[in-house]
């Protein structure tokens, strides 16, 4: 099942994608005793309800998908947490030892937008750069949790795309501010749940910037597995529903190619992982 947010910024609406992809079935409409956001949906157990109206949504409760906004999957997250160096190839390219454990850095839930949504760029900025990753969104509130259960507290799967103002994250030798700008969080399209989603060490992903290609990676070469992560996370943070973890970047971001290579307004992002689909950015 994938479940999208739809509808202008700020007045999104939960749905879940249906046809192909080519409608999205309004859960709400659907059933009313359904809550119309996700992190109110993720929050209570209406999953049977919602697999039910994918199978065979009412009429009047069906918007076509290319005629209405797509929104962040969770358009307001409480947190997200982002692993840093957590690609063998990415750290290879720098020159960096593996990380022993799991690099946390947060971006601002400010930052989240959606998937197709302008990357703006901010006034004061000289080194913008992109980021692919696999995107977790957490299901339920998650403390303490085993390495063996970790999996369980995941609600679903999506794109994610870490943008990045290089000379703010080196210049202020810490990384929220320059990861943190209005617009540095796109991500969706749609939150696809694990059962359709698949292994999530075993997933392509690729970053192109104006149809060349930049990253192409899988995620078979993350250092720290999701289950590490949510599990070294929640030692001491607890992870509520809808909060959001970017799980790292591989090999061929902006500031590491010789010669760097990075964004300017005009440039269209376009980044995917096998099975979760395509968030595709213009810098503006």
Known sequence: MKLVSYGPVGHERLGVLIEGGAS???????????????????????????????????????????SVRLGAPVPKPGQIICIGLNYKDHADEQGHAYPESPLL??????????????????????????????????????????????????????????????????GDKQWFRGKSFDTFAPFGPALVTPDEAGNPHALKLSCKVNGEMRQNS???????????????ITRGITLQPGDVLATGTPAGVGVFLKPPRLLNKGDVVELEVQGLGKVVNKVV
């Open 24 to 66: 999205i079935a309004d859960l709400n409409r659907a059933d009313s005793s359904i809550p119309s956001t996700m992190i109110e949906f993720l929050n209570d157990d209406h999953w049977a309800k919602a697999r039910a109206i994918a199978a065979n949504a009412p009429g009047s409760s069906v918007v076509k998908t290319n």
């Open 105 to 170: 850095f947060g971006k601002s839930p400010m930052a989240a937008c959606g998937p197709n949504d302008d990357i703006v760029y901010p006034d004061g900025v000289t080194q913008l750069d992109y980021e692919v990753e696999l995107g977790v969104v957490i299901g339920k509130t998650a403390k303490h949790v085993s390495v063996e259960n970790a999996l369980s507290y995941v609600a679903g799967y999506c794109v994610v795309h870490d943008v990045s103002a290089r000379c703010c994250q080196f």
């Open 218 to 232: 899988n995620t078979n070469n993350l250092i720290h597995s999701v289950e590490k992560i949510i599990a070294y």
